[in-house]
């Protein structure tokens, strides 16, 4: 690292500090030449990347996956604090599984599997868009298999 005053390579640091979200480190550091200070951030990159339908990848984005939930759980019993902590918790176990690919089919299983803890009518949304429904028929077979599975 450089300082960005004078472009020096020699710093030391004076502060480290855990940041209060996320997985940070605050650092103060301070050139040796020009005695000028400056505060950094450490993140730990992790990227998980998403296997698409299509074969293409993409970074796993929390916040899509938020999005996603939050519209199927709109007007239900599902809050938006339960949406993060259900996205909160999935990302926390790829993380910590090392796994550096996920298919969008896996994710889109546990997202599922979650809410249909929850509240139906947020899974039957979810699984329509995620499964992707080409007729009124899939859905109501859909249905039924979640009043059959609630029976036993």
Known sequence: MWCPFCNHPELKVTDSRDVAEGNAIRRRRECCQCSKRFTTFETIDLTIQVK???GTYEDFQHEKLI???????????????????????????????????IESRTL?????????????VAYIR????YKRFTDIQELVEAIRSIGVNEKE
């Not at 889109?108 to 139906?120: A, I, N, T």
């Not at 979810?126 to 868009?129: D, G, K, Q």
Request: aromatic fraction near 2%.
């Open 52 to 54: 698409k339908r299509d």
């Open 67 to 101: 999005e996603g939930m939050e519209s199927a759980c709109r007007h239900t019993r599902v809050s938006r604090d339960q949406v993060r902590s259900i996205a909160d918790a999935l990302q926390s176990e790829l993380l910590k599984s090392g796994i550096r690919e």
């Open 126 to 129: 979810f699984a329509c868009v």
């Open 108 to 120: 889109g299983e546990s997202v599922m599997r979650r809410l249909q803890e929850l509240d139906m």
